[in-house]
């Protein structure tokens, strides 16, 4: 077995992409909401290929490790977010 079954050559590295597509839309989300000027909102979840806790989940994730002024709440598996 020879050396390049194991490896395939490249010219140079690809370019780092730091968003996903979820951060991407978590971003677009966060942002329109923030433009509008709706005090709450709810959340329209068939964008989402996930369960409502997953969703709130990630969503609050990313809200406080950006430090956005939202809060988010989950009530009766329906997702809101307010402005703080």
């Given at each position: 077995?020879?050396?390049?079954?194991?490896?395939?050559p490249?010219?140079?590295?690809?370019?780092?992409?730091?968003?996903?597509?979820?951060?991407?839309?978590?971003?677009e989300?966060?942002?329109?909401?923030?433009?509008?000027?709706?005090?709450?909102?709810?959340?329209?979840?068939?964008?989402?290929?996930?369960?409502?806790?997953?969703?709130?989940?990630?969503?609050?994730?990313?809200?406080?490790?950006?430090?956005f002024?939202?809060?988010?709440?989950?009530?009766?598996?329906?997702?809101?977010?307010?402005?703080?």
């Open positions: 077995m020879s050396k390049l079954e194991y490896f395939e490249v010219n140079k590295l690809p370019e780092y992409t730091f968003y996903t597509f979820k951060t991407k839309l978590y971003r989300i966060i942002q329109s909401f923030l433009d509008s000027d709706y005090k709450c909102v709810k959340l329209n979840l068939k964008l989402f290929d996930r369960t409502p806790a997953r969703i709130h989940q990630c969503l609050g994730s990313f809200i406080k490790n950006h430090k002024p939202i809060k988010i709440f989950r009530r009766n598996n329906e997702l809101y977010l307010t402005k703080i």
